[in-house]
């Protein structure tokens, strides 16, 4: 019995090293596209702006994961470089959603996501990244 489920918490392993990798890397994206650092807007001013930004990348990076993982063949190696692939995609995406926004909207988008009330563009990029994730998420489909 223990060699049937092996194979399976090896790639969940494999996988989840992968996701919390991508997580990270949305997390710096994040970072880099707001004044201050990160962590203390969220975890010591208690900033909605950027908690929601962070918030709605990881959930898009969790979709165009997960959409991918689903897809994947049984070959595990050709499972996570797909993976991979896809989840540098949808991120590049995303942070290319933000500056697009940031430059068609007046003043700067990352000044705002510092501000202490919600801002209605912290909103419109927030969406914009479940959107891209779920178009991302269609196409490996």
Same mark, same amino acid.
């Given at each position: 019995m223990l060699q049937q489920i092996l194979p399976g918490l090896a790639a969940a392993v494999a996988y989840g090293v992968l996701g919390v990798a991508m997580m990270a890397l949305g997390y710096v994206l994040v970072d880099l596209a707001t004044p201050g650092k990160l962590s203390d807007l969220i975890w010591v001013h208690r900033n909605p702006n950027a908690a929601l930004l962070l918030v709605s990348g990881l959930i898009g990076?969790? @979709? *165009?994961?997960?959409?991918? %993982? $689903? &897809?994947?063949?049984?070959?595990?190696?050709?499972?996570?470089?797909a993976s991979l692939a896809y989840g540098l995609l949808g991120l590049i995406l995303m942070s290319l959603a933000f500056l697009i926004i940031d430059a068609l909207t007046p003043g700067k988008l990352g000044d705002e996501l510092a501000?202490?009330?919600?801002?209605?563009?912290?909103?419109?990029?927030?969406?914009?990244? @479940? *959107?891209?994730?779920?178009? %991302? $998420? &269609?196409?490996?489909?």
């Amino acid at each position: 019995m223990l060699q049937q489920i092996l194979p399976g918490l090896a790639a969940a392993v494999a996988y989840g090293v992968l996701g919390v990798a991508m997580m990270a890397l949305g997390y710096v994206l994040v970072d880099l596209a707001t004044p201050g650092k990160l962590s203390d807007l969220i975890w010591v001013h208690r900033n909605p702006n950027a908690a929601l930004l962070l918030v709605s990348g990881l959930i898009g990076v969790g @979709v *165009v994961l997960t959409t991918a %993982i $689903a &897809a994947s063949p049984n070959d595990l190696v050709a499972g996570l470089l797909a993976s991979l692939a896809y989840g540098l995609l949808g991120l590049i995406l995303m942070s290319l959603a933000f500056l697009i926004i940031d430059a068609l909207t007046p003043g700067k988008l990352g000044d705002e996501l510092a501000t202490e009330r919600l801002h209605p563009g912290t909103w419109v990029s927030a969406g914009a990244h @479940v *959107v891209i994730a779920v178009i %991302i $998420a &269609a196409a490996i489909w």
